[in-house]
């Protein structure tokens, strides 16, 4: 009750603000009271969405929606676009948190079968993908494309359609603070479709290139792959053994150094052509699996870090969510994502049976993977940027795909975990620590 | 008692209300800012100064809430007189130091982005803080410094406020109540929230509040130190420990985030040719003003005089937040007010020190 009395008294002060005083010119002038409305505003709706068995996330989600440019106007799209500003950080800190997640011990006897299922279900869904845009592409709302053009842009276009959001799901893991089978799986097989995307990625763009002479190839594909890859791993590797380092020998503001650390990632990564993700989940890795320290913490510098990171970015992706690109594209974009989840749920099936793993919780593994978000994004735009007479349209039709994913994907998750008995699992695990957090 | 060694003058600063002494002066920091901004390793280049714009914004609601917890919480021994000798020392601070400054201005004429009167009641305010040092088992004199100097903030930031209300757009009286009634409507929220929140939400909560009040005063061109100040008293005021909460949890932020503004202050620096003869000048003006200022009102806290006016020289932090949070509202015209004070503040760190240093062999 004083947490609807508290939510309803922020929304007047941002109302009253926006309807009483004009907004100021500098866009930047806007960002803190964007910021402290989203965390404020934001957490508390995710609140009244976890009373209703919706994960917070898309509580966050559906803040950033309501009040965002389309409906409510109190969050502008300049102020949309201000709110951004967290986006790299929270890429970043998903990823490590991602990485202090993964004990490759713990991981080594499933490697089998998250190989097995990132491959035949990303393998599986981007094939048939490709071949029904390829089909359909006179009838999409494309321009007219034929040979060997139309069957690399139907592979970069299958390939961003059918790629998973390591961010969400992870996102989603760390907000349930879950742990279990289908945590863990889930948990390393975005990982790795993420790696297998880029691969695949790099690959169709370059065949794109190739067939359409459009577009500037100049860096070999195969060096481009191993700098981007291989570096991505190298840098995160030393930045975050530098962290374990830091935290073993100082520890002190662990949070402090944590919200650095990633802040680093998100300033350099981009600046070396490094992908982010990778290098933030290398940095975890290390620390988590060859340097972990002793100790909580790390482990409450990123309970303390993280939450207010992630309600951010989720509010910002849900005022950034471009309704009119829905509105524009709609039909084919909720074709397209039913096509897309037909396909995960197919694949996933038949990849848990090839991997073996008969275990309920495995058999949800699907609905981890429905998620999209700013990779997808990010990607897109490089298409648009690249291929201008086709990329602009495939990136309008990614935009429609992401909103539309973003929001389901977090509630099948939170679903599938919840169905798991894995929700909360963190807690029922480290009893001791939650009650020293609660003091 | 009595003799402060000059290391342990620039140790034991203690720049605002409520905020605990840094570990290292304030100095340093600002010297640090001056070599990574744009003028030495180029590290803080203009285009990331941009981007730490945020950081003011919350610096400066931080430092309005600490004001408005540390007044309210560590209330001097006799608040009235107390209160009454800090405004007028504030006051004849201001007065000694903008009535002079704009006469060698009209007689200088050197070039200002900004009108002449602005601008120099602007400077003046800023001039005018202090950061006595603190020391719990210092003498009277130096507690009655220090309480002056704390209480002096008050004045400063309402100055300040209205100051710069009047530099940005119209209806200047609305935008302070639009400043203020949000403030209370944060202020509110957050006694709701605080008291019933897990370590990680109040986090959460109290990070939201900051924001949201830094973000009032930066939307309506007024003040984050003004909004932060009203939501401050009114947990002060409300029944609960809202205000128990926000002072203990805030100690956290607290260092960081003044270091960063102090070093935003250094790296914004740009030593032009009026920044430099109007620091000069003001480096003077501050220094005879503070001791004037500080000897007039001695006797109302019943302190030496002597005394009362050398320990009020150091300047405080509140003088470059103010400084900042013109240049948010003026931009680029706010820069040359941000050198003046920067400059002014170094040099007026080291007339401390030597002021200190003068009085340690007579203890």
Redesign the interface.
Known sequence: MLRAAALLLVLAIMAGLRQLAPAPSDPSASVALALGFALLAAYLLGGAAERVRLPRLSGYLLFGLICGPYLLNLITSPMARELQVVNGLALALIAVVAGLELNLRRLRPQARAVLTIAGVTMLGTLAVLSIVIWTAWPWLPFPPLAGAGRVAAAIVTGALVASFSPTVSIAVIAEARSRGPLTDLVMAVVILSDLLLIVIFALALQLARWSGAEGAGEVGVGIQLAWEMVGSLAFGAIVGALFAVYVRVIGREVTLALLGLCALLAFVAPRLHFELILSALAAGLVVENIAPPDGDALKLAVERGALPVLIVFFAAAGASLQLDALAIIGSTAVALALLRLGCIRWMGDLSVRIAGLAHTPARMTWMGLVSQAGVTLGLATIVAAEFPTWGAEVRTLIVALTGLHVLVGPILFTTALRRAGEIGAIDRLEPAQTRERQV | MGAERPTAVLVRRHPVFGVDATPLPSILWILLGIALGPMGLGLLSPAAL??L??VV??CL?LLGVLVGLGLARHPPRDPLRTAIAATVEAALSIAAVAGVLAWLLATWDLPLPMPRPSFVVLVAICAAASAAMTDRDGDDALRGAAQLANVGDLPLVLAGTIALAMLGREAIL??LL?TAA?AI??G??GS??FE?A????R???L??????????G????TS?LLAGFVAAMFWVRMPGVADRIASDDLRRFQH?LVMLLLVIGGATLVPTVPVIWVAAALVLLRLTAKLLAGAAVARLIRAPVARVASLLVPPGTLGIAIALNAR?IL?GAGTVLVGVIVLTVVASELAALALAHEREPAS
């Open positions: 941009r981007h714009d945020l914004t919350l609601a609305s935008r639009m949000a409507g944060v509110f929220a709701l929230l019933r897990s370590p990680a939400e986090g959460v909560f990070g939201g509040a900051i924001l949201l009040l830094g973000g009032i930066r939307y309506l061109a984050g960081p948010q931009d």
